[in-house]
């Protein structure tokens, strides 16, 4: 079984990508299902065909869906909306309001999780291939497992105790429907379900997510942080796509300044994602739809390797912390022992040895401590970071 999650800043192409990526799955013999949880859904349209709520055969050994929220709460999550329905109406919403408040923000990120673990229990695909939301949208829908772990542990049993004592005082009185231990059970599967989830996620053996970008500035610095933030999940990347890249005969005339443009950040690209594998994929000169279309980018993208293949075992970059502090650890196998040369600007850290430079976007803990010392030991650069007061 492998599980890849295609995502990048919305308009880079990743919808394109997966939909190729399925095609060429399935064309190898493996039984792929590509699924798409974004909310606002275009997978549909690559194909150029229409899908439902639950898995649609669309040719030999390939399977699309786009997740569809209500769809979801009414097939597999009817006791949790039944309680939040009578909640809503006890506030004096109307019946169909409430029932169609009972999807709340982060719901379809729940959703499609849940999804995506019982497709790969249900043992019917080789390949599950997500097209996943714009990178924001997905970072908060890698992070639920986190969150769950959380709240399962802290603040679960304390609510179902409280529940279980206050209940026959509270309910009476206000006439406040209380969830019953139904209720608990169905939030307490769910909440394990997706602690699951992320361990079958954060397995490199199992899972990996794909970064789609385009040679553009604010694209890149997007994708730099999608980067960071997914190790600090514990999620691994094996590719980045470089999208849409402009081909040499379409740098004339009024185009011209573009290969000029795109040479620097293609340069930032490498700078930014290395050792991780980047893979080009040209600008067609018509709009990528169809079957055809996209047969021939997964033609281009991966030639006769196999796409479910792990392009990049471990992890690139990771942040520990010692001592009360933190090191950012950043694979750099070739570079020599000169001198090391650091540049911070804002949350952006440059790092320069000898003939190799390094670009990394740093996260939040990061960025509110101070470069205290970078050592090179063993192919891999040890950077300290210390509470501004202790630097």
Same mark, same amino acid.
């Given at each position: ?304 390797? #196999? ?51 390094? #670009? ?32």
């Amino acid at each position: 079984m492998r599980i890849m999650l295609y995502t990048g800043k919305g308009g880079v192409g990743k919808t394109s990508i997966a939909a190729a990526t399925s095609l060429a799955c399935a064309a190898r013999g493996l039984r792929t299902l590509v699924m798409s949880t974004d909310a606002a859904h275009s997978l549909a349209d690559s194909f150029d065909t229409r899908l439902s709520p639950e898995p649609q055969l669309l040719r030999s050994n390939l399977w699309a869906q786009e997740i569809d929220v209500y769809h979801q709460i009414d097939k597999y999550y009817g006791t949790i909306q039944d309680y939040l329905s009578r909640v809503l109406a006890w506030r004096g919403l109307d019946d169909v309001v409430a029932s169609e408040m009972t999807a709340f923000p982060g719901m379809e990120e729940l959703a499609s999780l849940l999804q995506v673990e019982q497709h790969h229990d249900s043992g019917k695909y080789d390949v599950i291939i997500i097209d996943a939301a714009p990178t924001g949208e997905t970072l908060k829908f890698l992070s639920f497992p986190d969150v769950a772990s959380w709240w399962l542990e802290k603040i679960f049993p304390v609510q179902r105790k409280a529940a279980q004592i206050l209940g026959p005082v509270v309910q009476p009185i206000l006439s406040l429907p209380l969830p019953t231990e139904e209720v608990f059970d169905a939030i307490k599967e769910g909440l394990l379900r997706l602690q699951r989830l992320h361990a079958l996620l954060a397995d490199p053996k199992t899972s990996s997510i794909r970064l789609v970008v385009n040679p553009e500035k604010m694209v890149i610095k997007e994708a730099q942080r999608t980067y960071t933030y997914l190790g600090l999940y514990g999620y691994v990347t094996d590719l980045v796509i470089c999208n849409r890249v402009w081909p040499a005969a379409a740098q004339e005339g009024y185009f011209a300044g573009w290969g000029d443009v795109q040479e620097k950040y293609l340069t930032l690209i490498e700078e930014s994602f290395a050792p991780l594998p980047i893979r080009r994929v040209p600008l067609f000169n018509q709009e990528v739809v169809g079957v055809q279309m996209l047969e021939n980018l997964a033609a281009i993208l991966f030639g006769d390797d #196999n796409p479910a293949a792990v392009f990049y075992s471990g992890r690139s970059q990771t942040i520990e912390k010692v001592d009360g502090d933190y090191v950012l650890n950043v694979p750099l196998p070739l570079a020599s022992k000169d001198a090391i040369d650091l540049k911070r600007l804002g949350d952006e850290l440059i790092v320069r040895i000898g003939n190799q430079r390094r #670009n990394l976007i740093l996260p939040r803990v990061l960025v509110e401590r101070d470069v205290a010392e970078a050592r090179l030991a063993d192919g891999r650069l040890r950077i300290l970071f210390k509470n501004q007061a202790e630097s």
